[in-house]
T-cell receptor, first 110, second 111 residues
Framework: RKEVEQDPGPFNVPEGATVAFNCTYS??????FFWYRQDCRKEPKLLMS???SGNEDGRFTAQLNRASQYISLLIRDSKLSDSATYLC???????????FGKGTTLSVSS | IAGITQAPTSQILAAGRRMTLRCTQD?????MYWYRQDLGLGLRLIHY???????GKGEVPDGYSVSRANTDDFPLTLASAVPSQTSVYFC??????????FGPGTRLTVL
């Protein structure tokens, strides 16, 4: 099993739709979790951290399920500008490095 | 500057040549990282440095070397470039165990 796995997509949704991405990780001792966003040919940028109790930032909601070892990202009321690749990221047990999933591509159309 | 910069932005290089990719941050972050990103493979860690004077190997270190003489700079060197090193290279930095900030990337083509 790969350390961090994501459905690559693409997810093609209309504006206003709600879309959810899941990500699974293999190391149960993983410490911290993030969602990054990457636009085409640009660097990844932090979208949000993922906390054990779940957290929300505007239209974005992140959740962590340690028992099942997955994290999720929910995007409500999708905008054209949400079109990007979303990377699930896990910090390893030693805290020395981030492990990236390969990303899920989202395309929002009008 | 504010943040993290990389140079060059892009480079075409003949196989066998030596190349150093530069990375500089002004956030006084202790930790710095080099990744390569290839289609279908995602971001893979090449080398990292938790603090000035120390470095470590990541997932794909072969063919690459790094140094960390000071806090701000973390150059990546390809001693003898090969076509399989054609990739987009991202440098990143972070405070210990925290979110990483990425540079804009260097697009390297080895012919």
């Amino acid at each position: 099993r790969k350390e961090v796995e994501q459905d690559p997509g693409p997810f093609n949704v209309p504006e206003g739709a709600t879309v959810a991405f899941n990500c699974t990780y293999s190391n149960s001792a993983s410490q911290s979790f993030f969602w990054y966003r990457q636009d085409c040919r640009k660097e990844p940028k932090l979208l949000m951290s993922v906390y054990s109790s779940g957290n929300e930032d505007g239209r974005f909601t992140a959740q962590l399920n340690r028992a099942s070892q997955y994290i999720s990202l929910l995007i409500r009321d999708s905008k054209l500008s949400d079109s990007a690749t979303y990377l699930c990221v896990v910090i390893n047990q030693a805290g020395t490095a981030l492990i990236f999933g390969k990303g899920t591509t989202l395309s929002v159309s009008s | 500057i504010a943040g993290i910069t990389q140079a060059p932005t892009s480079q075409i290089l003949a196989a066998g040549r030596r190349m150093t990719l530069r990375c500089t941050q002004d956030m006084r972050h202790n930790a710095m990282y080099w990744y390569r990103q290839d289609l279908g493979l995602g971001l893979r860690l090449i080398h990292y440095s938790n603090t000035a004077g120390t470095t470590g190997k990541g997932e794909v270190p072969d063919g690459y070397s790094v140094s960390r003489a000071n806090t701000d700079d973390f150059p990546l060197t390809l001693a003898s470039a090969v076509p399989s090193q054609t990739s987009v290279y991202f440098c990143a930095s972070s405070a210990a165990g925290g979110r990483q900030f990425f540079g804009p990337g260097t697009r390297l083509t080895v012919l």
